[in-house]
């Protein structure tokens, strides 16, 4: 044995020992190789490939953030705040990404994007099974937006399922009101399959919160939940800006109103005594 470095030759005679075969135990685990098969470009515009990566990467990011919130919420369900914190705080990252995730194709122009809009005919991000789970999670339950699913039996039903459990602001609303907050008992009674209505006894009970003492944990817990619901309203507005830049007011690809439905969407409040309460402290 000597103390020679070792060569690219050594390396590819010691080949045999590292287990090399078909796939390597990190495609088997993070299926790289599966990820880098799904973008398959219909036409020859430049800007396709990053507008199909973009996408997949985003649809990415809604799938863990829809795993964080629902993990806070169970943790919560449980008063577990500790954990729920935890999650509330992962997907905060989560939702970061996401929002970076925009620039690829943020500034696209109308020539660009027309180069392979065409291409994916009516295929538009209005349908986003995932995302569907997210606003869900959020309180905003709409019965009439998971009827585009009903041809895929699996997903219709996963999102009926989410639409009948409480949301993650439900979860939070029933943690204050077991720690002795003015919550309604109405509110705790809803319909959770219907979309949340701000309420004037949740705005007082976050205005207590507030108005108490600074390191108070439900003072963490409402920033915490604000710092999600200001990550969605910048997630929203910048999407708003990215479809208004690469296509105005041209309707949308599904049949939407494309632009003004957009609007129509950015401007739904999320945690919305979070922010009201703030007028009151």
Do not use: C
Request: negative net charge; hydrophobic residues 40%.
């Amino acid at each position: 044995m000597t103390d020679e470095p070792t060569t690219g030759t050594a390396l590819v005679e010691d080949a045999p020992f590292l287990g090399f075969q078909e796939s390597t135990p990190y495609d088997d685990y993070v299926h790289a190789s599966v990820l880098s098969s799904l973008q398959q470009p219909l036409t020859q515009a430049p800007e396709e490939m990053g507008f199909l990566v973009t996408t997949q990467v985003m649809e990415l990011w809604f799938t863990l953030i829809v795993h964080e919130w629902r993990a806070a919420r169970d943790a919560l369900m449980k008063d577990d705040l500790d954990e729920a914190m935890d999650a509330l705080g992962r997907g905060r990252d989560a939702h970061r990404s996401l929002n970076a995730s925009l620039y690829p194709i943020a500034r696209l122009t109308p020539v660009q994007f027309n180069g392979f809009r065409a291409a994916f005919g009516s295929a538009s991000g209005f349908q986003s099974a995932m995302y569907r789970h997210m606003e869900f999670l959020l309180g905003d339950k709409s019965r009439s937006l998971i009827q585009p699913h009903r041809g895929h039996a699996v997903v219709y039903a996963e999102l009926q399922e989410s639409l009948a459990e409480p949301s993650l602001y439900d979860e939070v609303l029933g943690f204050l009101n077991r720690r002795g907050l003015p919550v309604p008992e109405h509110v705790l009674l809803r319909d959770v399959t219907e979309e949340y209505r701000p309420d004037p006894g949740v705005e007082e009970s976050w205005r207590r919160i507030y108005a108490g003492p600074r390191h108070d944990p439900l003072v963490s817990l409402g920033e915490m939940l604000t710092d999600t619901a200001e990550l969605v309203l910048r997630w929203r507005a910048d999407h708003l800006l990215a479809v208004r830049r690469a296509m105005g007011g041209k309707r949308g690809s599904a049949g939407s109103s494309g632009l003004s439905w957009l609007e129509k969407r950015a401007e739904r409040p999320v945690f919305p005594e979070l922010w009201s309460a703030r007028g009151h402290v």
